[in-house]
T-cell receptor, first 113, second 110 residues
Framework: EAQVTQNPRYLITVTGKKLTVTCSQN?????MSWYRQDPGLGLRQIYY???????DKGDVPEGYKVSRKEKRNFPLILESPSPNQTSLYFC????????????FGQGTRLTVV | QQPVQSPQAVILREGEDAVINCSSS?????VHWYRQKHGEAPVFLMI?????EQKGHEKISASFNEKKQQSSLYLTASQLSYSGTYFC???????????FGAGTTVTVRA
């Protein structure tokens, strides 16, 4: 089954404790992206990647890191989480062509206390 | 930049129609539309490419005005299942970023 898998689904952590949210897709997609969803602000793009070793900033990259060492994986790293990073995070993937649909993971609800 | 959606929210009775608008300040290659049910991931509805192409999905259709960088989503004869948050996503003519708007929450009541 074609899917994008995120882990964990829920995470509560403390300020400053490094964490990684994993994202994996099984569709051989070139493009992968991370979004955060906050009430009233919609889906804001954090980082995206066009292919292995190619990443670029989205609209709200501050406080986040990503890596793309393998085509199927695109982890999101929070080196020193802060309460304002409490949010619902979605990973998405699509082919490298612009007119193709994006597939979303089930989301990760992160709470930083 | 994120595309701008309007309205923020709309409440409908079953059978009524609604229009959701999406506009961008940059030249667009394509516009995507997705629907998100509460507690779930966004799900793809349709893509429109530059050229003014209009597409449909059940009783949900959309248009894309390339010159104005605007798209509209039309919900016709709404059903209870149409409730959710609708997002437009845009891809620029000069980049491959897929950016989304703030969403429009649609509530359809019996």
């Amino acid at each position: 089954e074609a899917q994008v898998t995120q882990n964990p689904r829920y995470l509560i952590t403390v300020t400053g404790k490094k964490l990684t949210v994993t994202c994996s897709q099984n569709m051989n997609h070139e493009y992968m992206s991370w979004y955060r969803q906050d009430p009233g602000l919609g889906l804001r793009q954090i980082y995206y990647s066009m292919n292995v070793e190619v990443t670029d900033k989205g609209d709200v990259p501050e406080g986040y890191k990503v890596s793309r060492k393998e085509k199927r994986n695109f982890p999101l790293i929070l080196e020193s989480p802060s309460p304002n990073q409490t949010s619902l995070y979605f990973c998405a993937s699509k082919t490298g062509q612009r007119h193709t649909e994006a597939f979303f993971g089930q989301g990760t609800r992160l709470t930083v206390v | 930049q994120q595309p701008v959606q309007s309205p923020q929210a709309v409440i409908l009775r079953e059978g009524e129609d609604a229009v959701i608008n999406c506009s961008s300040s940059k030249a667009l290659y394509s516009v995507h539309w997705y629907r998100q049910k509460h507690g779930e991931a966004p799900v793809f509805l349709m893509i429109l490419l530059k050229g003014g192409e209009q597409k449909g999905h059940e009783k949900i259709s959309a248009s894309f005005n390339e010159k104005k960088q605007q798209s509209s989503l039309y919900l016709t004869a709404s059903q209870l299942s149409y409730s959710g948050t609708y997002f437009c996503g845009t891809e620029g003519s000069n980049d491959y970023k897929l950016s989304f708007g703030a969403g429009t929450t649609v509530t359809v009541r019996a």
